[in-house]
């Protein structure tokens, strides 16, 4: 089933089915929270920094997983949803980060605010909340 998901995906994104995007997707898929490089490169093992730099920006661009920059300066990468499609991100979510345990997840809301600016072309708007997560609170 997880290879079925994998391999429809980035058949869907018009990627070849290469091993180590095979891979990576996978980690994304089966741990759905947001991770970390740290974690990425932990599990991918033996993949080399070049390779998965490529292999992430690759998804990047072709909307499959999106980043997370935390207050801290640490960036997390995130799996992205259907809505996702086109020339851009659309991301009606808000990123959420515990006090207490750290936990980091794309979190939807309603009525996600519309921003217009005269003369502007806003193309992404990032809203990062802090607070307490469900277990904690
Ligand atoms: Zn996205
Ligand atoms: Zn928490
Ligand atoms: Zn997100």
Do not use: W
């Not at 599990?43 to 499959?64: H, Y």
């Amino acid at each position: 089933m997880l290879r079925y998901k994998i391999e429809k995906i980035l058949k869907e994104k018009k990627l070849s089915l290469t091993k180590s995007r095979k891979k990576v997707l996978k980690f994304f898929i089966k741990s759905s929270k947001p991770l970390s490089l740290n974690q990425i490169r932990l599990f991918v093992g033996k993949m080399d920094r070049v390779t998965l730099f490529r292999v992430l920006n690759i998804f990047e661009s072709k909307q499959i997983v999106h980043k997370i920059r935390l207050e801290n300066g640490k960036t997390l990468y995130a799996l992205c949803k259907e809505e996702c499609e086109g020339d851009n991100h659309n991301h009606n979510h808000i990123h959420f980060q515990c006090e207490n345990c750290n936990d980091v997840s794309c979190l939807t809301i309603e009525n996600f605010p519309v921003l217009k600016i005269p003369n502007y072309t806003l193309n992404n708007i990032d809203i990062n909340v802090t607070g307490l997560c469900i277990n904690c609170n």
